[in-house]
């Protein structure tokens, strides 16, 4: 019997599975569970942007595109940045493609990160960025944000964290699971001591277009003097609801991009050339698709945070993407003994705050990218179920 274990890379044995896909996982198995628990859009892609794809196909353009994507998306994602968040970039030389936004998170890492450097990622947040730092070598620092803070990042925490050994800063806002956004007085506070350490930054953008209340993304590269300290992360699937056609991109100095084009060259080739020329019709053409979705998942959110507060579990108002993320000490449980006690016994699927880093324990992450039936029937059931828990603890 071979003992695989010997010859494994231990930084990858190492890494646990994703906390998201376990509860996926076993909601796929069950008949008649209500998920709430993947960030993935109901929309469908708008037919325009569809049909862009399709009609690629149908000319027969089937060919590998570029190494860092066709020229005409590169100019497009500029023109984009640009003129939604104020950021001037070159197609040619500060501008990648990417398969999804996590290639362009890996690709970050693996450049920028060497063995030994320490990688500051607040939590909770996104489950790749820990395992990502890792895999290229380094060292995660955890910012543990609070829920009295609304899970933003202060600029004395940052401070606090910082040794001779960082190297890069892992901004993720707005926020998954926390929905939490950083507004622009939040990202010059911050920018001071990225600037006063001579730190990068990684900041992943993927939900820059789903902020509410007339908060609009402020992307900390507009902050003076952050611009040449930051490699921005982007993509499609969010925005435009393209989650399966796995297309992100990274902006950023163009010193750093030449070496994450060659990582995607030798590693990747180059993104899928149908999903290219259908986002560029996105960024042409998709500005009234965005606000569309945009506004339901406002009612949405309105919707779930008032449920949620109601029935007891209280939660603080997330002004970003399409997650709450309620807090569920009051009931006893663990988030992981929450989650699997109200998937076994109400057939509702939600993930464990936990999954995002420990500070999320007293918390469960609720996605609301599901229609207002699918929501309001959710939220009934978790509504039984924590009446079901109060009963049984004055019991």
Request: a negative charge.
């Amino acid at each position: 019997m071979i003992d695989y274990n010997k010859y494994l890379n231990r930084s990858i044995t190492g890494v646990k599975p994703s906390g998201i896909r376990k509860f996926f996982d076993i909601a796929n198995e069950m008949d008649d569970v209500i998920s709430l628990s993947i960030g993935e859009p109901d929309f469908q892609t708008p037919w325009h942007i569809r049909d862009e794809g399709i009609r690629s196909l149908e000319k027969g353009k089937t060919w590998y595109s570029p190494n860092r994507g066709f020229s005409a998306l590169l100019e497009e994602i500029t023109k984009y940045y640009e003129r939604r968040f104020g950021v001037t970039y070159s197609p040619s030389t500060q501008t990648i493609v990417t398969v999804g936004g996590s290639e362009a998170i890996d690709l970050a890492m693996r450049c920028m990160v060497s063995p030994g450097d320490e990688v500051i990622i607040p939590q909770p947040s996104f489950v790749c960025y820990e395992p990502l730092a890792v895999m290229a070598g380094g060292t995660p620092v955890i910012i543990n944000t609070k829920n009295e803070d609304n899970f933003r990042l202060k600029a004395s925490d940052l401070e606090a964290a910082i040794t001779p050994k960082t190297k890069l800063l892992v901004l993720p806002f707005p926020n998954n699971p926390t929905g939490a956004i950083m507004e622009k007085r939040d990202l010059e506070e911050i920018a001071e001591v990225i600037k006063k350490h001579d730190l990068i930054v990684l900041s992943d953008e993927i939900y820059s277009e789903l902020t509410y209340g007339g908060r609009d993304h402020v992307s900390i590269a507009s902050v003076d003097g952050m611009y040449e300290r930051t490699i921005v992360i982007n993509g499609f699937s969010k925005s435009y609801a393209m989650t399966g056609w796995r297309l992100g991109y990274a902006l950023g100095p163009a010193e750093i991009i030449a070496q994450m084009t060659k990582l995607h060259q030798y590693g990747i080739m180059s993104a899928p050339t149908t999903a290219q020329y259908a986002a560029i019709e996105a960024l042409k053409n998709g500005d009234r698709d965005v606000n569309r979705m945009r506004d339901e998942y406002d009612m949405r959110r309105r919707l779930v945070v008032d449920g949620f507060n109601e029935m007891g579990l209280t939660c603080f108002e997330p002004l970003g993407a399409f997650y709450v993320f309620p807090c569920i000490k009051s009931t006893g449980l663990s988030s992981e003994e929450f989650c699997t006690r109200l998937i076994m016994e109400k057939k509702v699927a939600v993930v464990p705050g936990s999954a995002f880093g420990q500070c999320g324990n007293d918390f469960v992450r609720v996605s609301y990218s599901y229609s207002l039936k699918h929501l309001k029937t959710a939220l009934e059931k978790i509504r039984e179920f924590v009446k079901e828990l109060k009963d049984e603890n004055n019991g």
